[in-house]
Every structure is written in structure tokens, then in C-alpha cells.
């Protein structure tokens, strides 16, 4: 069975804040919200989108020193994550596709939950998801 799921946040949470007072972190370079990524089997860390900034994940919060740091709102990775774990199903990234040509053939050849934030509609390809 193949699945398209279309999800238009990137990342693991698209806010992480401090769940005492509120203080949401922001880029130190141009004041975005930073994004939570998995960058190893149980390593967090924050990335800017605007000026691929890195910073490791907080556990104290800078402004009221409480260690209660929340990350919310799934993003794509969160939701791949909940489908292979949950739901037991292939999952394939075609948002981690770099070319047309390797999408298509991923369309072609797996099988399973197809996910992507919005690469596929700037490629404009034509889905023929089959039965
Ligand atoms: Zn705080
Ligand atoms: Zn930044």
C-alpha cells in the first residue's frame, strides 16, 4: 500500500520554550525560532532554517533557570517517527531526496507511507500512487 503525506513543518518540534515562564528560543544571529532535530539516538539539538545556526539542546532555561524545557508542535520528523514506531510501516522521506529522478524511483519501487513537506510540489511531479 503506498501512502502520500504532505506535512509542511520540517524537523522533530517546530517550538521549544520553557514551560515555567514562557521564554520560547530564538536564533542568536536573526531572532527565528529554532527547529529541534534528532541528531543522534537520544540527541536533541536546535537548528535555525534562516542561517543554518546549531545549537545544542537547552536544559536550563536562560531567563528563569528552571529545568523544564518543552518542544511542541510535531514537524515532519516527529510524525515519520510516530508511523514507523505506531503504525509499524515503511516510512520513505522523499523530502530527503535530492533529485526528481531518485523520487520517482522511490514512487516506483516502495512501498509504504510516503512522506514530504513541500519539495514535491516546488518539483512539480505527478503522483501516480497506484492501488
Ligand atoms: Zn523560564
Ligand atoms: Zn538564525
Redesign the pocket.
Known sequence: MKTLLIHPRKGLYTLTACNHCGYQF???????K?TTYRSGKDYLELV??????YYNYPNICPKCGHQNIISKFGGIDDLAEKIGKDLKQNVIRLDQLNTEAKIKKAINTETGAFLTTKSLIRLSITINLGK
Do not use: R, V
Request: hydrophobic share 5%.
Open positions: 530564538d536564533c542568536q544571529n536573526c531572532d527565528c529554532l535555525c532554517h534562516q542561517c543554518q545556526s
